[in-house]
């Protein structure tokens, strides 16, 4: 390979580099959206009964995320508080090795967790998945659709 390829080759990564930083802030938003909608699934269709018994409560706190691939950004994680125990619902990382994006779900002061994996490829909206590395709390390692049920029986176990 001589000078004119290397430069060539140079130019094509800096182009590459330089569209891929354009694509950044649409990626940001469009993962803390995701998180928005997800954070409001939880509160209204899986939860929103036990919120109107007073079983169940939330509380938002303020966290500042940063990723090697898109930096920093601000987001929330989502506290679901039962009497004294409070299960942290928390955004991990957009860019995730076997999803894009995943959310933790952690009994505070436990070592026991969920993870929420989320996937857009060619979908026109997002879908939610739900795995553990704990049998007792799903079937493991498998991911199964986040429905109401299954992440009902997650958190169960969670608060147990």
Same mark, same amino acid.
């Given at each position: ?9 140079? &130019?094509?990564? @800096?182009?590459?580099?330089?569209? /891929?930083?354009? &694509?950044?802030? %649409?990626?940001? +938003?469009? /993962? ?6 997800? $954070? ?5 269709? $899986?939860?929103?009964? *036990? ?7 939330? *509380? ?5 995320? *940063?990723?090697?691939?898109?930096? !920093? ?5 989502? &506290? ?12 991990? %990382?957009?860019?995730? $090795? !076997? @999803?894009? !994006? ?14 929420? *994996? ?9 879908? /939610? ?6 049998? @007792? ?14 992440? +009902? ?8």
């Amino acid at each position: 390979m001589g000078l004119n390829d290397t430069l060539n080759n140079l &130019q094509k990564k @800096s182009e590459e580099d330089r569209a /891929w930083e354009e &694509q950044i802030p %649409a990626l940001k +938003e469009e /993962w803390k959206k995701d998180i928005d909608d997800l $954070f409001g699934l939880m509160r209204v269709d $899986f939860l929103g009964s *036990h919120v109107e018994s007073g079983s169940i409560r939330f *509380h938002d706190v303020a966290v500042q995320r *940063h990723e090697d691939m898109i930096g !920093g950004y601000d987001t929330v994680e989502l &506290q679901i508080i039962a009497g004294d125990a409070i299960v942290i619902v928390s955004p991990v %990382a957009r860019m995730v $090795f !076997g @999803s894009e !994006g995943t959310v933790s779900m952690k009994r505070r002061n436990t070592v026991r967790e969920v993870l929420l *994996h989320r996937n857009r490829a060619g979908k026109p909206s997002t879908e /939610w998945t739900v795995s553990s590395s704990d049998a @007792s709390i799903l079937s493991a390692p498998e991911r199964h659709p986040l429905t109401k049920e299954n992440f +009902e029986v997650a958190l169960d176990q969670l608060l147990r």
